[in-house]
């Protein structure tokens, strides 16, 4: 599964994961392989990323969207504090 994270200003992370929590306008939710396609809002709160090699990325965010399509997630995020 390949992930991509944007901000306005720059990419935050670019490549395949393992799993990526987010924070859902419902709730926080994980991503993992052959989820079903999706376009949520997202609030502020903490993103968690585990990568291919099991490493754990985390950062806060302000708000932003996710999209997931054929384990393909992108992350459209404002106010990232890592």
């Known amino acids: 599964m390949n992930l991509v994270v944007l901000t306005p200003e720059k990419e935050i992370f670019s490549g395949e994961i393992k ?3 987010v924070p859902g306008t419902s709730g926080q939710f994980e991503i993992l392989k052959g989820h079903a396609a ?3 809002s997202l609030v ?3 993103v968690r990323i ?3 090699s099991g490493n754990k990325k985390e950062f806060d965010i302000q708000k932003g969207f996710v ?3 054929n384990d393909e997630v992108s992350l459209l995020v404002q106010g990232v504090k890592e």
Do not use: C, P
């Open 44 to 46: 502020e709160g903490g």
């Open 38 to 40: 999706i376009v949520s």
């Open 67 to 69: 999209e997931v399509l």
């Open 50 to 52: 585990l990568d291919s």
């Open 19 to 21: 799993s990526v929590k």
